[in-house]
Structure formats: structure tokens, C-alpha cells
């Protein structure tokens, strides 16, 4: 499975963004797609997931209410819309994928074992 996301920019304090992130490959493998994220000098981060089936979404408290995940199935596309954005949403993000048989916790790094390239959203004051 391979993924490439993309979306990220330069944005001032209370703008929007949308990221997205595209999966070929073995698709029908997967379960849903996740977003983190990863600011200079902190560790990875979960964002948002979406069941690729259920279409059930999760969401980290620091973005509930801010950011919305979406999927378009027949594209195999996942969409990360970023609003009210702070300074502090500054990070690459990262979109992922999980096997059907993957285990630990949907909010958990270690759970996925396809990543994208990153694409960094920037956020100024």
C-alpha cells in the first residue's frame, strides 16, 4: 500500500486547510486511515482516523470540534478539513493506514504499517 498526501501550507491563525492522502495499492486490505502529526522537537501525534467500512471517525481532544476527517471510497482518498487553526496545529502531518489483523489502539503509531511522505502545515500568529 502506498500512500501520498497532500495539502499543506502556510496559513495565519483562524484559517482553514484541507490535507488529503491518497492509497493504491492493496487497498482492500486495510482497515481505515489515520492522520498524525509531528511538531519540531515533540513526538508523533494522533490527529483523526476514519474506518474505511463504517465510516466511524475518532478524534484527538486538541483538534474535537476543529478538524473533520472524510473519506471518498471509490477514490481512496481520506480528507483531513482543518479549521480554526492555532499556531500550535504547526506540524508534518503524516496519513496512515492499518492491516484488517492490526493490533493495539486505533490512536497508537505502532498500530500502522503504511505511512506517507508528510506535508507540512504551517500556522502563524
Known amino acids: 500500500v502506498q500512500l501520498q498526501a497532500s495539502g499543506g501550507g502556510l496559513v495565519q491563525a483562524g484559517g482553514s486547510l484541507t490535507l488529503s492522502c491518497v492509497a493504491s495499492g492493496r487497498t482492500f486490505s486495510t482497515y481505515g486511515m489515520a492522520w498524525f502529526r509531528q511538531a519540531p522537537g515533540k513526538e508523533r501525534e494522533f490527529v483523526a482516523v476514519?474506518?474505511?467500512?463504517?465510516?466511524?471517525?475518532y478524534y484527538s481532544d486538541s483538534v474535537k470540534g476543529r478538524f473533520a476527517i472524510s473519506s471518498d471510497n471509490a477514490r481512496n482518498t481520506v480528507f483531513l478539513q482543518m479549521n480554526s487553526l492555532k499556531p500550535e496545529d504547526t506540524a508534518v502531518y503524516y496519513c496512515?493506514?492499518?492491516?484488517?489483523?492490526?493490533?493495539?489502539?486505533?490512536?497508537?503509531?505502532?498500530?500502522?504499517?503504511?505511512w506517507g511522505q508528510g506535508t507540512l502545515v504551517t500556522v502563524s500568529s
Open positions: 476514519i474506518v474505511w467500512s463504517a465510516g466511524n471517525t
Open positions: 496512515a493506514t492499518d492491516r484488517f489483523d492490526a493490533s493495539g489502539p486505533i490512536y497508537t503509531s505502532r498500530r500502522y504499517d503504511y
